[in-house]
């Protein structure tokens, strides 16, 4: 038999918990495919666990120590945060260590740093658990798709803010019910920021980007709007037009350059994404010789994320996780398309007074904007009162324009008399080529 692989598992938390379990309920199977048993020789952490089964391995509070260790082959980061993780990343890179990590918000701000520190120490980074937990969504881009040239893609990548939208949409629950019935469920963090406003969503964008278009790791250049401006009443609306509302990650190549946007959606109701609901995760890449595949599956919790670490530590241990390096922003040449550049469907949502005329108003300027509508819904009946005048709700979806186009158009349109406060916005995705 060769060599054991020999691991270090910093971070004693939920991943942590279930690679451990994994290792011990799948060892047979783990170590056939690997060619050789999986050792696990340090856990390192901020406290010890106990009860927590650690394979034999000693329980350290320095995660120095397992980088000093020369018997250990790779360190798999499971502590989280940004400084003390991205430190650590580093620091056994550079130790020639080969570094398995779930951390997507290192991975999109620091990930070309780490691809590179990779290569030059000749070890391996991997992060498949860091985008959609148990789907193995890196190795569909990296391995699977090889020889594609991917068009586009776009993946319900947040699990919380899909949970929230689907309360929204079934149990017509308000945000804030539903968003605290997601955090006493254990779907949502005490403190859901990320989630909601969509910076984790724009993290893993950020990484699946990368794999597919050589852009490196551009986190700050990714267009991100949360679900936290959404109410029951678009999602309604949106249902009457024969649409979902959901929250995607969209990259996209264009004439321009590449598109990277994370948002609330209308996805048509008959598309394979509108009905993936709950806290599912799912990301279509639409390729030119594939053309469409879809992967689906849950996005977080300690069995599913294990299942990808794990993953990542049987490639190492095969020898099949070799440096590379995607190739880079500069390489390939292509930029980030600028948001005014954008091209979209729109749903709009226009506050008007209740009196004839304002959608002829409305529609002409639209029509001088060169925007065509394509489905209008105009309630006499749904009258809100929540400002001093009394105001009715245009909905209006429009066919693809740009989104600076429809800038203007939004400021023309807030400037009529008639209408009453600021036009809700939301883009449609029809998932073709451009
Ligand atoms: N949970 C998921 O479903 C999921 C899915 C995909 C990716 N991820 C990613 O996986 C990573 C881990 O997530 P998790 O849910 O397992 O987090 P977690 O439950 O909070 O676990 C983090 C663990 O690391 C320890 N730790 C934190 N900071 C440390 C430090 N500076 N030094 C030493 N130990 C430290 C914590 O110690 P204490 O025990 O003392 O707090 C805890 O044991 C994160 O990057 C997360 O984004 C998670």
């Known amino acids: 038999l060769e060599r054991a692989l020999t691991i270090a598992i910093c971070g004693l938390g939920t991943v942590a918990q279930g690679v451990l379990e994994l290792l011990r309920n799948n060892a047979s199977v783990i170590a056939a495919r690997s060619g050789r048993p999986i050792r696990v ?15 034999g391995a000693a329980f350290t509070t320095s995660l120095d120590s397992t980088i000093e260790d020369p ?4 360190v798999v980061e499971l502590i989280g945060g940004e400084e003390a993780a991205d430190l650590l990343v580093r620091r056994a ?10 951390n997507k918000a290192i991975i999109a701000k620091h990930g070309d740093a780490y691809l590179r520190l990779a290569r030059d120490a000749g070890v391996a980074f991997c992060f498949e658990s860091a985008v959609a937990g148990g789907i193995p969504i890196i190795g569909a881009l990296t391995h699977g798709l090889a020889a594609n040239r991917v068009r586009w893609l776009a993946g319900i990548i947040n699990g919380t803010s899909n949970y929230i939208l689907t309360a929204m949409a079934q149990s017509a629950q308000p945000f804030a019910v539903a968003l605290s019935d997601a955090q006493a469920l254990g779907y949502a963090e005490a403190d859901p920021t990320f989630d909601i406003e969509g910076i984790d969503a724009a993290h893993k964008l950020t990484i699946l980007a990368s794999l597919a278009f050589g852009v490196g790791f551009r986190f700050d250049d990714v267009y991100t709007e949360g679900i936290d401006t959404l109410n029951i009443e678009d999602i309604e609306y949106a249902r009457q037009l024969g649409y979902r509302i959901k929250h995607l990650g969209i990259a996209r190549l ?9 948002h609330p959606t209308l996805v048509p109701e008959k598309h394979m994404l509108a009905s993936v609901d709950g806290v599912m995760n799912a990301i279509m890449i639409h390729a030119d010789a594939a053309g469409d595949t879809l992967y689906y599956g ?9 299942s990808a670490v794990v993953a990542d530590i049987v ?3 095969k020898g099949t996780a070799v440096p590379w390096l995607p190739a880079t922003h500069e390489d390939s040449g292509l930029r980030v398309v600028n948001m005014k550049d954008i091209h979209s469907g729109y749903y709009l949502k226009i506050p008007s007074l209740d009196k004839p005329g304002v959608f002829a108003r409305a529609a002409t300027i639209l029509s001088e904007h060169e925007i065509s509508i394509e489905a209008v819904i105009q309630k006499e009946q749904a009258v809100h009162h929540e400002t001093d005048r009394a105001w009715v709700p245009i909905v209006i979806l429009t066919h693809e324009i740009s989104e600076g186009a429809m800038d203007k158009a939004i400021s023309a349109l807030e400037a009529l008399p008639d209408v009453v406060g600021p036009i809700k916005r939301i883009r449609v995705e029809h998932f073709a080529d451009v």
């Not at 020789?41 to 394979?55: F, M, Q």
């Not at 849950?298 to 294990?306: C, L, R």
Request: aromatic residues 0%.
């Open 41 to 55: 020789r340090h856990v390192a952490s901020r406290s010890e666990k106990p009860g927590v089964d650690l394979l």
């Open 93 to 102: 890179l550079s130790a020639g260590k080969s570094v398995v990590t779930a």
């Open 298 to 306: 849950a996005g977080a919790g300690a069995a599913p994320t294990a």
């Open 71 to 74: 018997e250990v082959d790779v």
């Open 254 to 262: 264009v004439a321009q350059g590449v598109e990277l946007r994370v």
């Open 315 to 317: 490639d190492i241990a």
